[in-house]
């Protein structure tokens, strides 16, 4: 089967940098992606990473280490409008994709 | 591109009616699929499509049927509606799978 695993909620000032950890548990393994969804929205995309390393794109970034199952999104010069859900997600072999649980943001002035 | 609609965006029904919620795109894209969102969890996959005329159940399949006659169009139907599928139904495409989902602007149902 295949599980994530991120923290329910972060909370972090204006200008901060924040990071939001996600692990994964697979059978098979071909990236990790990350969605942003604000209260009553769709999810947007945000980033997908396939091999290990950082992904830059803008004050976000994404990082994944396979060996250890591990990624995290890094929020950089964190505004208002940053405060949503995000969430990890997993693709399979057969075309799903499997979603955490998803971590609440809360950027505080 | 209007990329992908859902209709209707609100909608109570009553126990044991059924109903038919509408996701269209046209991105041409392969894969479209189906979740549900309940209050402060995940998006949790109903079914998918890898393409017309082709079908599969996702983690939560029961209570619900879905086609897939033509690329643009992955209807969901809700058989004799309990309350425990009050949510927020949300369609997705992608081109290929793996890559940006791209989703709909969601359909609220209440079942009382």
């Known amino acids: 089967g295949q599980s994530l695993e991120q923290p329910s909620e972060v909370t972090a000032v204006e200008g901060a940098i924040v990071q939001i950890n996600c692990t994964y548990q697979?059978?098979?393994?071909?990236?990790l992606s990350w969605y942003q969804q604000h209260d009553g929205g769709a999810p947007t995309f945000l980033s997908y990473?396939?091999?290990?390393g950082l992904e830059e794109t803008g004050r976000f970034s994404s990082f994944l280490s396979r060996s250890d199952s591990y990624g995290y999104l890094l929020l950089q010069e964190l505004q208002m409008k940053d405060s949503a859900s995000y969430f990890c997600?997993?693709?399979?072999?057969?075309?799903?994709?499997?979603f955490g649980q998803g971590t609440e943001l809360s950027v505080k002035p | 591109n209007a990329g992908v609609t859902q209709t209707p965006k609100f909608r109570i029904l009553k126990i044991g009616q059924s109903m038919t919620l509408q996701c269209t795109q046209d991105?041409?894209?392969?894969?479209m699929y189906w979740y549900r969102q309940d209050p402060g969890m995940g998006l949790k996959l109903i079914y998918y499509?890898?393409?017309?005329?082709?079908?599969d159940k996702g983690e939560v399949p029961n209570g619900y049927n879905v086609s897939r006659s033509t690329t643009e169009d992955f209807p969901l139907r809700l058989e004799l509606a309990a309350p425990s599928q009050t949510s927020v139904y949300f369609c997705?495409?992608?081109?290929?799978?793996?890559?940006?989902?791209?989703f709909g602007p969601g359909t609220r149902l209440t079942v009382l």
């Open positions: 991105m041409n894209h392969n894969y």
């Open positions: 997705a495409s992608t081109l290929t799978s793996g890559n940006e989902q791209f």
């Open positions: 990473n396939a091999l290990d």
């Open positions: 697979t059978s098979g393994f071909y990236g």
């Open positions: 499509s890898v393409g017309a005329g082709i079908t």
């Open positions: 997600a997993v693709p399979n072999q057969g075309g799903k994709l499997i």
